[in-house]
């Protein structure tokens, strides 16, 4: 088995420190909320099945932490070429061109993002007045996923937009570590 540090281990040496540390906190948050919800719904099931009685806010709360690990998580995914992406057309054209197509799909993202993040916080909005069923808090909370994701997603995007455009982004196939046939 190979010892080296692969890709992933290590972090990216042409982050600067500030986008270094906003990746790494958006990481963070997105594990927290994950491993909650993992705990609650073990909790709950737990409770319920051996028990005898359920947690009556757990399911709430974790339905709410999928949402938000969901939106969290969209820039980082977007970030490592981990979203579905058809490169069959910009694979088989002229160079310039490929740029160009690519400025064109960054500035349609940006562009639905930024749309996303406005209609989400005007949701949100107009949500704040009405409550979660279980918990009884603001529903703009549980809502305020889509304009805080879609604005991460945002920043994510700015931040790539240069390796992106010049072809250098990471893709799928760069991220999945090759399988050698000696360690099936």
């Not at 927290?32 to 737990?46: C, I, Y």
């Not at 931040?159 to 000696?182: F, K, M």
């Given at each position: 088995m190979d010892s080296s540090i692969t890709e992933g281990d290590a972090p990216n040496p042409s982050l600067g420190p500030v986008e270094t540390a906003f990746v790494k906190a958006n990481e963070?948050?997105?594990v927290a909320m994950a491993a909650t919800m993992v705990v609650l719904v073990l909790v709950n099931v737990v409770c319920r099945y051996l028990l005898g009685?359920?947690?009556v806010w757990a399911e709430?709360?974790?339905?709410?932490l999928m949402v938000w690990v969901a939106f969290l998580g969209a820039g980082l995914a977007l970030r490592q070429g981990r979203h579905v992406a058809v490169e069959l057309l910009q694979d088989h054209i002229a160079a310039g061109t490929k740029r160009t197509l690519r400025w064109g799909i960054l500035l349609a993202v940006l562009a639905f993002l930024i749309?996303?993040?406005?209609?989400?916080?005007?949701?949100?909005w107009f949500a704040k007045d009405m409550e979660t069923p279980v918990l009884n808090i603001s529903m703009a909370i549980p809502y305020a996923a889509v304009?805080?994701?879609s604005l991460l997603a945002a920043l994510h995007t700015l931040l790539i937009a240069r390796s992106y455009v010049a072809?250098?982004?990471e893709t799928s196939e760069s991220i999945e570590a090759p399988v050698n046939e000696g360690e099936i």
């Amino acid at each position: 088995m190979d010892s080296s540090i692969t890709e992933g281990d290590a972090p990216n040496p042409s982050l600067g420190p500030v986008e270094t540390a906003f990746v790494k906190a958006n990481e963070v948050v997105v594990v927290a909320m994950a491993a909650t919800m993992v705990v609650l719904v073990l909790v709950n099931v737990v409770c319920r099945y051996l028990l005898g009685f359920s947690v009556v806010w757990a399911e709430e709360v974790s339905q709410y932490l999928m949402v938000w690990v969901a939106f969290l998580g969209a820039g980082l995914a977007l970030r490592q070429g981990r979203h579905v992406a058809v490169e069959l057309l910009q694979d088989h054209i002229a160079a310039g061109t490929k740029r160009t197509l690519r400025w064109g799909i960054l500035l349609a993202v940006l562009a639905f993002l930024i749309c996303t993040t406005v209609l989400g916080v005007m949701f949100s909005w107009f949500a704040k007045d009405m409550e979660t069923p279980v918990l009884n808090i603001s529903m703009a909370i549980p809502y305020a996923a889509v304009p805080v994701g879609s604005l991460l997603a945002a920043l994510h995007t700015l931040l790539i937009a240069r390796s992106y455009v010049a072809g250098q982004h990471e893709t799928s196939e760069s991220i999945e570590a090759p399988v050698n046939e000696g360690e099936i």
